[in-house]
């Protein structure tokens, strides 16, 4: 057994979001393309001899104890396997809070995944889904580690055919956003109809580009319209498409390269002071 791991935690983007409908709970329908990309934070989980699970937070200021959702996964995962050990988790916070690329969805899964191979609990992937739908709706896709195409509230996975070799820049001017003050903002307009990225088997970069799609950037941009002209900049400085990841307010460009999203990154950093963050598809 490994007392000691350090694991990456990756971010997401929704190559689409399409809004089908709303449940009788608040939740919404959802078809989703998603993906993850190589900006991951860093987190280190220790099985320690005091009981109780602790969470320590570099680089960003978030909540140290029972609020941080990688404690809420060490917990449901030690209740469902009826054990009750202690675990010190440490997470170098890389990925923007609150910006719509999953952070901490990313960093239950990782807890999940982690602690099921550090206790040797073999639970199933599918297992550890299950018990990731109860922390939050984008956590059985960290669980799911591929790219997905997400329906319900966006925790029924299916694999995705395989996705273009292309690079993304990731834009975001410092807004954090709420997800649920964006659902809860969000007039419904279509009726059930699904919206779904091409079903042969290999999508070309033209295919991704025609699916880029978010029912939410009409919450978002509209609240934040600075994010409509980084959406135009990003388009000016050669990205084949540019898109709002989840509720926002993280923009991303589709470049065919890394080096040319990097170059567009340089750019921005000489134009203005907002994050950027060039990145590959895992
Ligand atoms: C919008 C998306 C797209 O991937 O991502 P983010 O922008 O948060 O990264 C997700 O749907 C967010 O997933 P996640 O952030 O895990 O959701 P939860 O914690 O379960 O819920 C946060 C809030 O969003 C609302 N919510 C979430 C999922 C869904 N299908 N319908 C909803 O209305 C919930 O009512 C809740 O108020
Ligand atoms: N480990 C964590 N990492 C990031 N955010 C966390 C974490 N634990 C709790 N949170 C809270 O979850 C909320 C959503 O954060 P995050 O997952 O980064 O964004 P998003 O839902 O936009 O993808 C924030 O309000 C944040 O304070």
């Known amino acids: 057994m490994h007392n000691q791991i350090r694991v990456n935690s990756p971010a997401k983007i929704n190559l689409c979001l399409h809004v089908l409908g709303r449940y009788e709970n608040g939740y919404h329908a959802l078809a989703m393309a998603m993906q993850r990309v190589d900006l991951c934070d860093q987190v280190d989980i220790r099985i320690t001899r005091a009981k109780g699970v602790t969470v320590h937070c570099d680089g960003l200021a978030l909540a140290p104890g029972e609020d941080n959702i990688a404690v809420r996964a060490a917990h449901v995962l030690l209740a469902d396997a009826r054990l009750d050990v202690g675990i010190e988790i440490q997470i170098d916070k890389r990925i923007p809070v609150a910006a719509g690329l999953g952070g901490g969805s990313s960093n239950a899964a990782t807890v999940l995944l ?66 649920a003050e964006v659902y809860q903002s969000l007039q419904l307009t279509k009726g059930g109809e699904l919206a779904n990225l091409p079903r042969f088997s290999v999508v070309t970069k033209e295919d991704l580009c025609a699916a880029l799609h978010n029912d939410l950037e ?52 000489a134009e203005t002071d907002w994050w950027t963050c060039p990145v590959s598809p895992l």
């Open 114 to 179: 982690a602690l099921n191979a550090m206790l040797e609990l073999n639970m199933t992937n599918q297992r550890l889904q299950q018990l990731g739908a109860q922390l939050g709706a984008d956590v059985p896709f960290f669980v799911f580690q591929r790219p997905a195409w997400a329906t319900g509230t966006g925790t029924d996975l299916a694999p995705l055919p395989p996705l273009p070799d292309v690079a993304y820049l990731l834009v975001n001017p410092g807004i954090s956003v709420s997800t």
């Open 218 to 269: 009409r919450v978002t941009l509209k609240r934040h319209p600075l994010l409509q002209q980084i959406k135009q900049r990003l388009l000016q400085l050669g990205a084949r498409g540019a898109l709002m990841s989840g509720s926002g307010a993280t923009l991303f460009g589709v470049f065919d390269a890394l080096g040319q999203a990097q170059s567009a990154a340089d750019i921005l950093a």
